[in-house]
RNA sequence: GGAUCCUUAGCUCAAUGGCUAGAGCACCUCGUUUACACCGAGGGGGUUAUAGGUUCGAGUCCUAUAGGGUCCACCA
């Protein structure tokens, strides 16, 4: 055996190991040697952002992803991981513009559509690039060859053709409505895209003219141009009689019509409990518009500037106008108060510019049409039932209820975006004719709709775009309504779980079972694990852009990929945010370079070496045997619940402690006595096979050195816990030879006693003699008497005597026990009560009942062995 | 206004209603025994935010209070 190094030194081995696992194909499911019937167990990356870099973030996805998908190959599995990456629309157009603005001082109209277009992809190539390779230093484990992007030609087809059915099946409209407008950048967005900036701002109370009965209260005076009513509560006393009477008037040099409507959504409270209504420039007074049949008159235009017709105001800014109306209103004396207050501004998430409600003509998802394709029932109400139903289920549960509430009020959804870079809407118009299609109509003057798909509509079809979707719809239109699936689609969809962060619940969980629900008649995935967010250790938000994170890439280059994904996975909870810190990062290094000292050690002090996959009864020798192998097999059961169960900290956790407390601390040092190299190869054999998928390349470079590349880890069988080797009563014992060394150790140094000495210990039987002078590293004679305490006296060439009672405390042991004799008791009580009453029997669901039997059984056979026990070593 | 989460050791966090509330970091003492100083042994440090309740048994469930975070709606 070759001399192997005191460390293991991650970034000499991560890259070779990553290629190896490429090169064996092993990624791809395909290639896995299963039986026909094996269970699909298939996961898709959230495409991250083409201008995103790797950050702490995509670390925990592909950490807790890639966790799941190993364990799940190695369990045996048809586990497929799917590669990708998000175009996002407006993000990349966004730093493409800034980038030109900065390199060459030029704007995306300078260039023009195809030659600004061309600028796009050239950067994006690039960054897409970067972000995949990043995601190879995380040693995720992605089925490259199924790599897929928001905006390929599949991808392309895919959106077009979805867009197209959807259209035929009349669940998209073209309609128009007040719509966020982003003047910067050219662009709706949608609700979920504003966000909310508070500001201190003036509250004007005036009357549109001197004899106009209702003073009204506003922020935005500008918009009051284009006022076609005033609104007020209909139990308002103050306002009753006006209610239906119209007015006409100059206000600011322009005529009004004015009528006086009545709205329960008017607080009578605010202002002077009237409010001016501006349809064409605010949600709600678009609505009330609506409603009472008003007209709507506009006034801002798509760059934020008076339009035509405004008199003096006419092609000015909003907030000039502002200005100008405030101070001829106040020359008129029609200003009654200015108040200070703060109240929320609308501004675009992209480039926090002000957002002006306008209206404007797009194409919308209509969510809540009742919808033949889906038995009459609307998208909403398909999105809806389907969680009801529990056959999406969320983790952690209290997400169900997010989800639920946001899909119970969810509008209709605007998928145009006024930018160039995205998938283009198959819509084409010629006067007044509009045709929609999967390819361009046929004869002159047809031109493409000028925008773009909201990126969301494309990534919600993420589970299935990615499956080869697109040629399967084709092949199945104009069929019946029956959707027999092929090829991966048969085999992987749905997804037995998609996992993201729970910030893009609604923007992206939603709308993949909304497209789901419609394009495939089923749910995307059946599980939905929503992570926390990674925080720096400050609790701040980490992010690309303002830099406060820490760089996974130079922790995986100091600390290696397996701590990094440890630190990630381990302390953390389900939707709970977690912090992460170069510390943290650091100990779990440490804790790798303690499983690698265990192997070097198994290595070089056993010529015979060798990992062992199963044991017999007769190669347990010892106590230390009998516990080690008995705690690894109930540990290893327990662990295998609990990913199965989605706990992977739990799981971690127990690992950790076993390999590190257990295995390390305890049973590689009495191995020295004892050299056992058969039960040494066994443990460590489970060991790396549960370290795997935690910390994928020590495990793999392990194994690799030792079979020289006869075997893979990666696709090895994971563990299954041998019950038949469970032994209860030697943990117990070696718990008690635990606490009886560690007193003697402490009892010994204590009293300065060098090591090699000898003390006389009181007992009536002491086993494992050995072990207890090896671990306590003291000679001990054993003096068979149960009578006195035994005297200490101390000095130089004396012995120390010693009682037994003196090494464990049997009283607190005896107040442990009877306190829980007490709560056994009452636990019986209850149970049997339970069990009498037949009523319980019947109506208690039978895991209940089986659940308390077990408890029931385990209480009473550890407490046994426990009075047992105390009775022998301790009285 | 509605919803939701959190409050546990000095710090960061765990703990399917059940055994002595656990880890890591930090701190103190001891230790270099041929896997490992990226180490080992031990120790101190907790009224689990507060007050009630349910239970044989509560950090965990219920009610209320206080403080902190997040999301949604509204913001004339």
Known sequence: MPEIPKTYEPQKYEDKIYALWEKSGFFNPDNLKLPKNAKAYSIVLPPPNITDKLHLGHSSMLAIEDLLIRFHRMKGYRALWIPGTDHAAIATQNVVEKKLLKEKNITRHDLGRDKFLKEVWKFLRVTQKTILNQTRKMGASLDWSREAFTLDDERQKAVTRMFVEMHEAGAIYRGERIVNWCPRCKSTLADDEVEYKEQKTKLYTFRYWKNFPISISTTRPETKLGDTAVAVNPKDARYKKYIGQEFEGFFCGIALKIKIISDRNVDANFGTGALGVTPAHSMIDWKMAEDNKLEK??????????????????????????????????????IEKEDDIENNLSVCYRCATTIEPLPSKQWFVNVNKPLKKLGNKSLKDKAIEVVKKKKIEFIPFRFTKSYLDWMNNLHDWCISRQIWFGHKIPVWYKSKDIYV?????????????????????SSGMWTFSTLGWH????????????????????????????????????????????????????IPFEKVYLHGLVLDKFGKKMSKSKGNGIDPLDMISIYGADAVRMAILLGSTPGNDVRISEEKIESFRNYVTKIWNIYRYSAMAYADFNFIEKINKKDIKSLADRWIVSNLNNVSGEITKDLENYRFSMAGEKLQKFVWNDFADWYLEINKAEKNSKILGYVLDKILKLSHPFAPFVTEKIWQDFFQGRKILMVEKWPVADNDLLDKKAKLEFDNLKQVVTKIRNIRTSYHIDPGKTIQVFAKKIENKEILEKMARIK????????????????????????????????????????????????ITKIEALFKNSNFVKSAPKEVIVANKVKLKEYQEKLKIQRELLKNCIY
């Open 471 to 522: 040629s399967f719809a084709k092949a199945s239109a104009g069929k019946s309504d029956r959707i027999i699936k092929t090829g991966d689609l048969a085999r992987f969809h749905p997804m037995q779980v998609l996992e993201t962060g729970y910030d893009i619940l609604t923007l992206w969980v939603s709308r993949m079972i909304l497209m789901s629900s419609f394009a495939m008649k089923e």
């Open 780 to 827: 001990i004679e054993i003096v068979l008497k149960s009578s006195a305490k035994g005297i200490a006296i101390v000095g130089k060439n004396i012995k120390l005597t010693l009682a037994i009672s003196d090494l464990i405390d049997v009283e607190k042991e005896k107040a442990r026990l009877e306190k829980e004799i007490t709560n056994f008791d009452g636990l």
């Open 297 to 334: 008159v506009k006034v801002i235009d798509e760059d934020g500037n008076i339009k035509k017709d405004f008199g003096e105001f006419s092609g000015k800014t909003a907030l000039r106008t502002r200005e100008l109306v405030v101070s001829r209103l106040k020359e008129d004396s029609l």
């Open 437 to 457: 299609g999967e390819i361009a109509p046929k004869g002159k003057g047809w031109k493409q709709d000028p925008d773009s798909l909201d990126t969301w509509f």
